[in-house]
């Protein structure tokens, strides 16, 4: 059974850093990773999404990477600001039989300081 | 552009009652998607449908129904009512199974 683990479980830093988000998983038998944006109480917003067969992908001042061979991703976001408070989730789909419904991991929890 | 369309968006109900949620995929999507998120937890797959046939089941309790009618929108229906059911459930949909997209969810409370 895929399993997905977020490190940290919160974060806070200052407006302007640069930080890292990390995203294990058990299984390397993936579809694809997604990582999402969840603001308190609301739906779920999709920041990128990355292929088994891809290295990376870049939206504006985030970049994911995967490492499908280690089971790790990582979201990286450039010159945090304090609208990007909010919860982080990564979620991982397999690539055949019940497995293609996502896995959640438990999401980091970042709050950015003015 | 179009997106998941869920309803209602809250929903009240007691101990032992039903509750009918409503999905509406992004047009042309053939796949759907349940999820439950419990307060402070990770979203959980409940089940997913594809072209009107459940394709995946995950940790849906017994006293929950779901399908996918013709045009492909989707209802999830839940019997007997526990103060554990409440919690946000999310739609998403797909094109076969390829990137999901969420709805804005409908928030359960069951007193």
């Known amino acids: 059974k895929q399993e997905v683990t977020q490190i940290p479980a919160a974060l806070s830093v200052p407006e302007g850093e640069n930080l890292v988000l990390n995203c294990s998983f058990t299984d390397s038998a993936i579809y694809n990773l997604q990582w999402f944006r969840q603001d308190p109480g609301k739906g779920l917003t999709s920041l990128l999404l990355i292929q088994s067969s891809q290295r990376e992908q870049t939206s504006g001042r985030l970049n994911a990477s995967l490492d499908k061979s280690s089971g790790r991703s990582t979201l990286y976001i450039a010159a945090s600001q304090p609208g990007d408070s909010a919860t982080y989730l990564c979620?991982?789909?397999?690539?055949?039989?019940?497995?293609?419904?996502?896995?959640f991991g438990s999401g980091t929890q970042l709050t950015v300081l003015p | 552009a179009a997106g998941v369309i869920q309803s209602p968006r809250h929903l009240i109900k007691e101990k032992r009652e039903t509750a009918t949620l409503k999905c509406y995929p992004i047009?042309?999507?053939?796949?759907v998607y349940w999820y439950q998120q419990g307060p402070g937890q990770d979203p959980q797959f409940l089940i997913s449908?594809?072209?009107?046939?459940?394709?995946d089941k995950g940790s849906i309790p017994d006293r929950f129904s779901a399908q996918q009618f013709s045009d492909y929108h989707s209802e999830l229906n839940m019997s007997s009512l526990e103060l554990g059911d409440s919690a946000l459930y999310f739609c998403?949909?797909?094109?076969?199974?390829?990137?999901?997209?969420f709805g804005p969810g409908t928030r359960l409370t069951v007193t």
């Open positions: 979620a991982v789909r397999g690539s055949s039989g019940s497995a293609r419904q996502l896995t």
């Open positions: 998403a949909s797909s094109l076969e199974f390829h990137e999901q997209y």
């Open positions: 449908f594809y072209e009107k046939m459940q394709s």
């Open positions: 047009p042309r999507h053939d796949t």
